[in-house]
Each structure stands twice: as C-alpha cells, then as structure tokens.
T-cell receptor
Framework: IAGITQAPTSQILAAGRRMTLRCTQD?????MYWYRQDLGLGLRLIHY???????GKGEVPDGYSVSRANTDDFPLTLASAVPSQTSVYFC?????????????FGPGTRLTVL | GENVEQHPSTLSVQEGDSAVIKCTYS??????FPWYKQELGKRPQLIID?????GEKKDQRIAVTLNKTAKHFSLHITETQPEDSAVYFC?????????????FGTGTKLQVIP
C-alpha cells in the first residue's frame, strides 16, 4: 500500500441498508478524517480521529459512525442509508503532531443510495 | 465555527493569462491555509499552502497571499495552461487537540481555454 486507500471505489445501495466504507493508510499518521463532497458545497467533515482509540464529530455526523481500532484503519459506517447520503466520500490523514498539516486524501468512494 | 467563502465559483481564462481566486475566513485563530486542486474524478491534492506568520508564498507559476487583518487569502496562477483546468479549493485550518479542524471553501472551477 502506498499512501491512503479506500474501498469500494463505488457502490449503489438500497435505502435502509447498512454500509461500511473502508479507509487504510500506511503513513502512520495519527489523525484521520472522513469528508463528504457534494456539488456546490465543497468538502464537509463527517467524523475525525486524532489518534487510535479516539473519535470525534465533525460538521455533518448524523447517520454516520466511525471507529479507530488501530492507527492504519478508519472505517465509516452508514447504519441505515438514506438517499441524502448519496455523495462522494473522501478519507484523509495528517499528522499535526509531527508538523504535517497537509491532509493526504484517498481516491474516494462514490456512493449512490436509491 | 469557521466560515470560508470562496469566489468566483467559475472562472474562464485564455491560455497564458493569469487567474486569481479569492477566499475569506471568519475565525482569527485559523493559522494554516492550504489550497487544493481537484481534477475531474480525482482526489484533492495540495498545491500550495501558507501559514499565518507569512504574507506571501510562491512556487513557480502559483502564489498565495494572506492578509490576516482583513482575513483574506488568494491564489494566483500565472501563465495558465490547459492542464491547470480543475476545481480549486481553499481552506482555513486550526490545530485542535491533535487533529486539524479544516473548513473548506465551496470551490472554483477553472477553465483554461487553449
């Protein structure tokens, strides 16, 4: 793995179904983030984690949950998907503790909820 | 919370001309201002950033200026080329408890006409 990866690349999901988006980084960054990107709204933070074992809510957390069992993985779960969660989801990582303020983004997951 | 406004939302320039994108932010505690370029279907990638203790930074054809008093920052691209066509996002960031609280602008779609 080089950098940060996400899976799946795209997914079509029926409303009401549960879905987990996966994110893995190999840079040993402490901080990880989940954003959603919608046309005209830019990138909005869903949840973040500043280190393994801790998570926090971002700007638009409702309907989403995250976990951070280890440094490398930061999955995002939609417990019961709704059409308004149709979006492109980006995972990112950084390490402000090492002075690395730049956020590195994964390739994104395009999710469609019908 | 932080609010970042970005203008214009779309910008068309002739190849070789300059392009300027402007952003304003509201939280005077923001201290890191990255600019990301996102090509169609790709992930956002950092192109230049500036910290609050610097007024201007340049990297080849791109430059960023920051006016802390007015809470304005701008991206300048000179001698534009067709490969500069993309969506550009500004952001304002604060380090908070081991992670970065980043607020993105809504993006500027730049089209460089050959």
């Amino acid at each position: 793995i080089a950098g940060i990866t996400q899976a799946p690349t795209s997914q079509i999901l029926a409303a009401g179904r549960r879905m987990t988006l996966r994110c893995t980084q190999d840079m040993r960054h402490n901080a990880m983030y989940w954003y959603r990107q919608d046309l005209g709204l830019g990138l909005r933070l869903i949840h973040y984690s500043n280190t393994a074992g801790t998570t926090g809510k971002g700007e638009v957390p409702d309907g989403y949950s995250v976990s951070r069992a280890n440094t490398d993985d930061f999955p995002l779960t939609l417990a019961s998907a709704v059409p308004s969660q149709t979006s492109v989801y980006f995972c990112a990582s950084s390490d402000p503790g090492l002075g690395l303020d730049e956020q590195f983004f994964g390739p994104g997951t395009r999710l469609t909820v019908l | 919370g932080e609010n970042v406004e970005q203008h214009p939302s779309t910008l068309s320039v002739q190849e070789g001309d300059s392009a300027v994108i402007k952003c304003t932010y509201s939280d005077s505690a923001s201290n890191y201002f990255p600019w990301y370029k996102q090509e169609l279907g790709k992930r956002p990638q950092l192109i230049i950033d500036i910290r609050s203790n610097v007024g201007e930074k340049k990297d080849q054809r791109i430059a960023v200026t920051l006016n802390k008093t007015a809470k304005h920052f701008s991206l300048h691209i000179t001698e534009t080329q067709p490969e500069d066509s993309a969506v550009y996002f500004c952001a304002a960031s604060i380090r908070s408890g081991g992670y970065q609280k980043v607020t993105f602008g809504t993006g500027t779609k730049l089209q460089v006409i050959p």
